[in-house]
């Protein structure tokens, strides 16, 4: 059965950094697209970055571009977002999942969610 764990959410100032990771279990990452993804409240899910399988090509959302780093750690069957220079726009509830169709970053309803997620607030 398939199962991500995500963690590392907080709360920080303007400008603060955090490093989410998503810990998978019952498959291994290396072998899919793996995509993280944001809810706000009264927002639609989003889509910020994603990671290929085999040769880990990434893609971000322009809103994110620059501050965001994803990677995938395949000994630790993990995948992870290290979030710079954060704004209150980014706060909201932070998600990975899988593409069932090989794409990164297709759309949102390409993906599979088998986490509860982790929330980010950022304000001053």
């Known amino acids: 059965q398939r199962h991500f764990v995500e963690s590392g959410g907080g709360s920080v100032q303007p400008g603060g950094s955090l490093r989410l990771s998503c810990a998978a279990s019952?498959?291994?990452?290396?072998?899919?697209?793996i995509g993280w993804f944001r809810q706000a409240p009264g927002k639609e899910r989003e889509g910020i970055s994603c990671?290929?399988?085999?040769?880990?090509?990434?893609w971000y959302v322009d809103s994110v571009k620059g501050r965001f780093t994803i990677s995938r750690d395949d000994a630790k069957n993990m995948v992870s977002l290290q979030m710079n220079g954060l704004k209150a726009e980014d706060t909201a509830k932070y998600y990975c999942?899988?593409?069932?169709?090989?794409?990164?970053?297709?759309?949102?309803?390409?993906?599979?969610?088998y986490g509860q997620g982790t929330q980010v607030t950022v304000s001053s």
């Open positions: 019952g498959f291994n990452v290396v072998d899919y697209n």
């Open positions: 999942a899988i593409n069932r169709f090989g794409r990164c970053p297709g759309v949102t309803a390409d993906y599979d969610y």
């Open positions: 990671i290929t399988v085999s040769i880990g090509a990434t």
